[in-house]
């Protein structure tokens, strides 16, 4: 083999090795159930393009037989940083705050100081607060896409009578979306956006308990 023919052998190597990591690394294609509107993809790229929102409302925590309510005073999502304020009972909590992104998680309850962890937000939540929230999927799963994942299962959406997304699941919750309303946050076209969420998870990862979370979404809003 000369020389020419071993370069134009590892340029074909590299370039098959290059395509097939981003096949490898390309986002799954959900399942679909019921019909799939015809303009799905125009009005998906829309809710994408809401990254940086916030919203107001109630919440409810169900493990087992245990159910805790609280207030969501203010949930503003900025791409993958968000920051909530939560006015609860929710496990004997006062006033909460949390902030964070995804590998690091700031909690801050009243009269106390605050304390930042740098591991898995999910499991920083179960740590503090004795139930999980996936929050970096929830972001996508509120506005009713699934989240963006490379390995796994892939996602499944069902669709309403209105084209609306109902239902999700992905990373083993089920998302459940309801009392879609159209709400203006910019452009000419309102949004279609659920104000009730559930997400539910059975057992898993070694915790003894079904989890059940109830958002009721009272407000909507694009932020900077």
């Not at 937000?121 to 004795?130: K, L, Q, R, V």
Request: charged residues 20%; neutral net charge; aromatic residues 8%.
């Amino acid at each position: 083999m000369n020389l020419q023919s071993f370069r134009k052998g590892c340029l074909l190597l590299l370039a098959l090795l290059l395509f097939t990591g981003c096949e490898l690394s390309a986002p799954r294609e959900p399942v679909i159930y019921g019909v799939q509107p015809p303009d799905w993809a125009k009005t998906a790229a829309r809710l994408r393009d809401l990254d940086h929102w916030t919203i107001e409302g109630k919440i409810s925590v169900r493990r087992d037989d245990r159910i805790d309510t609280g207030q969501i005073r203010s949930w503003q999502q900025r791409d993958a940083n968000y920051d909530i304020e939560l006015a609860s009972v929710i496990l004997g909590l006062g006033a909460t705050r949390v902030k964070g992104d995804d590998s690091t998680v700031t909690i801050h309850q009243t009269g106390e100081e605050a304390v930042t962890l740098l591991q898995d937000p999910e499991a920083a939540f179960y740590g503090a607060f004795g139930w999980p929230l996936p929050v970096r999927q929830i972001s996508s799963w509120i506005k009713g896409l699934p989240a963006v994942v490379t390995d796994g299962p892939a996602p499944k959406l069902t669709f309403g009578a209105a084209g609306e997304v109902v239902a999700i699941e992905q990373d083993g919750w089920t998302i459940s979306l309801r009392k879609h309303q159209p709400v203006m946050l910019g452009g000419y076209q309102p949004l279609l956006l659920p104000h009730f969420v559930q997400l539910s998870r059975e057992p898993a990862n070694g915790q003894d308990a079904q989890v059940t979370i109830k958002m009721a979404i009272s407000n909507w809003a694009a932020i900077r």
